[in-house]
């Protein structure tokens, strides 16, 4: 196995982004450099614009998530440092002319988790894995976006029991939204802007990505959102690629059947979104073995699919959905197996939801960080100033 190189290293951390600035570590010069050893492990010098910074350990999962995801990296090792005054200032000016070029670009926090859910191929279930994982989320108590960008096979309002018309207020989409328990789902679907659900799309690859792009730069996402999933079309033509470059700090979820077939088109979705620097979150297994009422397994799309994609390319097996007829039932109906089922296939959806939760891909947690409280500070001192101006008109008025 090639072993990749230091600049392959440095590549990669374009990915991961500063949650309090919103831009990369490398653009900030926050990631110093990197060194890979013969045995596969990396060394990479990371500099804090403090360092007791609160986003510290999300930094770091960040970058171990990343970095680990490369085909040959057995370890990875961070030396933390700090940045100079003249650093911080030239981050911060960094940050700052990246918000204002690139602002208007999506109107996705920066804060927000995005996952696409992607497959190789058509009929491995990746819509019914997207739904349900979100609801899962979602009843967590996360706040919980969807975008549906498989513009031609729309199936995500139906799955998740949603319809309505998409509306504009001040010239931004407001998605259609479903509360879950303490959580919440916003949906956005080109199935909200058809008269009949059984309407055919006929475009051609320039319209299918203006579609998404409307949904990244146009779609009113709350500040709140804790994660996006996308919905991807089967493949790698022109909605993947384009989103991959409108969203460079995505992460990626494979779905894959047990069939061998399956799981090497799925393989080259993989490749695909390690070209474009995002990093692979893990593969999902769906439509895995099915069990009778007896307790009899029955391999009906073959076994071992999801074991071997996960071992070619280096991720990890975030679970097996067994084939249950729950499920579809569930789809059919818009209420989620996972919401509505006590079988198997919901149990599965519900633990990789937790792990993707608690271990994988953690929401970013924002209180504490040094922009928040220099903000609150600046705010503090507006206020003292307008006091004092309020007391000299006072005075003078006395005076008068």
Same mark, same amino acid.
């Given at each position: 196995?090639?072993?990749?190189?230091?600049?392959?290293?440095?590549?990669?951390?374009?990915?991961?982004?500063?949650?309090?600035?919103?831009?990369? %570590?490398?653009?900030?010069?926050?990631?110093?450099?990197?060194?890979?050893?013969?045995?596969?492990?990396?060394?990479?010098?990371?500099?804090?614009?403090?360092?007791?910074?609160?986003?510290? @350990?999300?930094?770091?999962?960040?970058?171990?998530?990343?970095?680990?995801?490369?085909?040959?990296?057995?370890?990875?090792?961070?030396? /933390?440092?700090?940045?100079?005054?003249?650093?911080?200032?030239?981050?911060?000016?960094?940050?700052?002319?990246?918000? @204002?070029?690139?602002?208007?670009?999506?109107?996705?926090?920066?804060?927000?988790?995005?996952? #696409?859910?992607?497959?190789?191929?058509?009929?491995?279930?990746?819509?019914?894995?997207?739904?349900?994982?979100?609801?899962?989320?979602?009843?967590?108590?996360?706040?919980?976006?969807? #975008?549906?960008?498989?513009? /031609?096979?729309?199936?995500?309002?139906? #799955?998740?029991?949603?319809?309505?018309?998409?509306?504009?207020?001040?010239?931004?989409?407001?998605?259609?939204?479903?509360?879950?328990?303490?959580?919440?789902?916003?949906?956005? @679907?080109?199935?909200?802007?058809?008269?009949?659900?059984?309407?055919?799309? #006929?475009?051609?690859?320039?319209?299918?990505?203006?579609?998404?792009?409307?949904?990244?730069?146009?779609?009113? /996402?709350?500040?709140?959102?804790?994660?996006?999933?996308?919905?991807?079309?089967?493949?790698?033509?022109?909605?993947?690629?384009?989103?991959?470059?409108?969203?460079?700090?995505?992460?990626?979820?494979?779905?894959?059947?047990?069939?061998?077939?399956?799981?090497?088109?799925?393989?080259?979705?993989?490749?695909?979104?390690?070209?474009?620097?995002?990093?692979?979150?893990?593969?999902?297994?769906?439509?895995?073995?099915?069990?009778?009422?007896?307790?009899?397994?029955?391999?009906?799309?073959?076994?071992?699919?999801?074991?071997?994609?996960?071992?070619?390319?280096?991720?990890?097996?975030?679970?097996?959905?067994?084939?249950?007829?729950?499920?579809?039932?569930?789809?059919?109906?818009?209420?989620?197996?996972?919401?509505?089922?006590?079988?198997?296939?919901?149990?599965?959806?519900?633990?990789?939801?937790?792990?993707? @939760?608690?271990?994988?891909?953690?929401?970013?947690?924002?209180?504490?960080?040094?922009?928040?409280?220099?903000?609150?500070?600046?705010?503090?001192?507006?206020? %003292?100033?307008?006091?004092?101006?309020?007391?000299?008109?006072?005075?003078?008025?006395?005076?008068?």
């Amino acid at each position: 196995m090639t072993l990749p190189t230091a600049t392959d290293v440095m590549e990669l951390m374009r990915g991961v982004i500063d949650p309090e600035l919103g831009s990369n %570590l490398v653009e900030l010069g926050m990631a110093r450099s990197a060194q890979v050893s013969e045995d596969g492990e990396v060394l990479i010098k990371i500099a804090l614009t403090t360092s007791g910074c609160p986003l510290r @350990s999300q930094i770091q999962r960040d970058v171990k998530a990343r970095l680990e995801s490369l085909p040959g990296v057995t370890k990875v090792r961070i030396l /933390w440092d700090e940045l100079t005054a003249e650093e911080k200032t030239a981050a911060m000016t960094t940050a700052r002319f990246n918000v @204002s070029q690139q602002a208007p670009d999506t109107a996705i926090p920066s804060t927000t988790k995005v996952l #696409m859910v992607a497959s190789g191929k058509g009929g491995v279930g990746k819509s019914t894995v997207t739904t349900n994982l979100a609801a899962a989320l979602a009843a967590q108590g996360f706040k919980v976006g969807v #975008m549906d960008a498989d513009i /031609w096979g729309y199936s995500v309002p139906r #799955m998740l029991g949603v319809d309505g018309d998409l509306r504009s207020v001040e010239g931004k989409i407001v998605p259609i939204t479903r509360h879950v328990g303490e959580g919440r789902l916003d949906v956005v @679907s080109m199935g909200f802007l058809v008269d009949r659900e059984d309407s055919a799309l #006929m475009w051609r690859g320039l319209m299918l990505n203006r579609a998404v792009q409307h949904f990244c730069e146009d779609v009113a /996402w709350s500040d709140d959102l804790d994660y996006l999933l996308i919905d991807m079309p089967p493949g790698t033509g022109d909605v993947q690629m384009g989103l991959a470059k409108m969203l460079p700090r995505a992460e990626m979820i494979v779905v894959t059947t047990p069939a061998v077939a399956a799981q090497k088109v799925a393989a080259r979705v993989v490749d695909m979104g390690r070209k474009n620097y995002l990093r692979i979150v893990g593969v999902i297994e769906n439509m895995s073995a099915l069990t009778t009422e007896t307790g009899e397994q029955h391999a009906v799309f073959g076994s071992g699919g999801g074991e071997s994609l996960a071992a070619e390319v280096g991720a990890p097996l975030l679970g097996k959905i067994p084939l249950e007829a729950a499920v579809s039932d569930g789809s059919d109906r818009g209420e989620p197996a996972v919401l509505d089922s006590n079988g198997a296939a919901a149990a599965a959806f519900a633990s990789v939801a937790e792990a993707l @939760s608690s271990e994988h891909v953690p929401p970013v947690e924002m209180a504490g960080c040094s922009a928040r409280m220099l903000d609150a500070a600046a705010a503090a001192l507006d206020a %003292l100033d307008s006091l004092d101006a309020l007391d000299a008109d006072t005075a003078a008025s006395s005076k008068g």
